[in-house]
């Protein structure tokens, strides 16, 4: 593969994960502008991150194959469809992504720049809701990719947009995504003190989806409905 190619993948990841990032914490601080209501501005977090995930998947899908998180990209690295070194590039660009997405959104709403969160998130309760919230997301794609491919961006919006609300924890399902908003002290952080066990549950719930579908969805497609 051309340096590039893999480049121009590596863009499309670092931005993809920025705006994606940009969009929940942006989201956020606006939702919790406008209302003093928790759900009200959960919602006003909820439906710009479905529905930007539906825009980045589409446009950027077919230059990187819009992973914009960590534990996607290890499910694909485990199922062989992207090299290990590619895999490692592709997680520096969604942190640093990421990163840069959270710094957008302080400066939007003139917020200090450098901030650390101190929302805390943390127990078996969160972290079993992050493994559920990954597991649906790895096997959302798995099985969107196998039953309708140009369908994935609506399903993956869609399926976000949910899990905010069934998941306990709002569905991070995402640890480039959690390691930037570590580092906003508004309505979507979390202290980075509890990101070692978001992460760790994501990636758990990434290689469950990777493992069950490997059985799930093996062999051809059903002529029963």
Known sequence: MSADNLSRRLVAEMLGTGMLVCTVVGSGIMADKLTGDVALALLGNTIPTGAILV???TVLGPISGAHFNPAVTLGFAIRREISPSDSMF????QIIGG???TLAAHGMFDLNIL???STVRTGGAQWFAEVI???GLM?????GLRARADAVPWLVGLYITAAYWFTASTSFANPAVAIARSLTDTFSGIR???LPGFIIAECIGALLAVALCAWLLRGGR???H
Request: glycine share 14%.
């Open 115 to 117: 901030q650390t969160s």
């Open 139 to 143: 096997f959302i794609i798995l099985g």
């Open 133 to 135: 919230a990954t597991f």
């Open 99 to 101: 990163i840069l997405g």
């Open 55 to 57: 825009v980045l998947i």
């Open 192 to 194: 980075p003190v509890d």
């Open 90 to 93: 592709y997680v520096g660009a």
């Open 222 to 224: 059903s002529g029963h």
